[in-house]
């Protein structure tokens, strides 16, 4: 169903007078600006006619979009979404969220059959500031609303190119492509989720929804299954084949490899050398 407004305090015209004699921007201006404090729990879905900009200030949970997957409510994400998709915030404590509804020119061309999001501080600040501008209540304060949203909306395109938007939950799918390129290296969970735009909580909590596996554990899966191609198809030290799959201490490679392949490297290489020969 279509959101209705009566609860919300639209920004006047009044805010956009003044000396200069200006007007609200066609190109890009506020509607409303709203904040919100404590637990989402409606779960009914709604839609609106307008674009809008929700930024998670804190706070954990899921934006519910109709006929489409959840995407996790963050600290410090930011939603871009279109008219008419219909959607819900629900969280699982106390949260606090800001919303500005907005209308220009400067939205024709981008994709309104889909949430964009991302996630950043500095745009989580700036909200901030939009906000606490538009409860001044005086002032001719409508143009610097309108370059405010504009900068929010820059930065949030300014994401999109570095490509830190996400368009959809594709996030661990691209973390688990790095992880099979890049086993070898010295991966550090918190840096992998900030290159993914996560904090480590989150990305730690969906990796696991969606491969099975914490992030720890798929990593050394593949070193493992890395490892035991090496044992297969070469005469390599075990040692080496530790520092080949991302291991610094050969002990530890070994316990690792026997956790997950029911037997010790050495032990495992010597059945795959008896199962050849009996073979031949």
Not at 18 to 39: K, M, N, Q, T
Request: charge should be positive; hydrophobic fraction near 40%; proline fraction near 2%.
């Amino acid at each position: 169903m279509e959101v209705k407004l009566d609860s919300i305090s639209f920004l006047k015209d009044s805010l956009w007078g003044g000396d200069f004699g200006a007007s609200r921007s066609s190109y890009l201006s506020p509607i409303y600006i709203e904040r919100i404090r404590g637990v989402l729990a409606s779960g009914i879905f709604g839609y609106h006619k307008f674009w809008e900009i929700a930024c998670v200030i804190s706070g954990e949970g899921r934006l519910r979009i109709e006929k489409q997957d959840d995407i996790p409510i963050v600290d410090s994400r930011i939603f871009l979404i279109p008219p008419d998709i219909a959607h819900t915030e629900l969280t699982d404590t106390r949260a606090e969220m800001i919303w500005i509804g907005c209308k220009g020119d400067v939205f024709r061309g981008l994709p309104v059959d889909k949430v964009l999001y991302t996630t950043s501080s500095d745009i989580a600040a700036k909200s901030q500031e939009i906000w606490n501008l538009s409860r001044r209540g005086y002032g001719h304060v409508g143009m610097e609303l309108d370059g405010r949203c504009l900068d929010i909306l820059g930065c949030f395109q300014r994401h999109f190119k570095e490509g830190k938007v996400q368009a959809d939950q594709n996030i661990i799918e691209k973390a688990v492509a790095y992880i099979n390129e890049h086993f070898a290296d010295d991966l550090d969970i918190s840096e992998l989720a900030s290159k993914f735009n996560c904090s480590e909580g989150h990305f730690y909590r969906l990796f696991k929804k969606r491969i099975g596996l914490t992030p720890v554990s798929y990593i050394s899966k593949v070193r493992v299954q890395n490892a035991a191609q090496w044992l297969l198809r070469s005469d390599i030290a075990v040692s080496q084949i530790a520092n080949l799959v991302g291991y610094r201490d050969q002990f530890y490679f070994s316990r690792v490899f026997r956790k997950i392949a029911g037997t010790g490297p050495k032990s495992y290489r010597e059945k795959i050398n008896r199962n050849s020969e009996s073979g031949r």
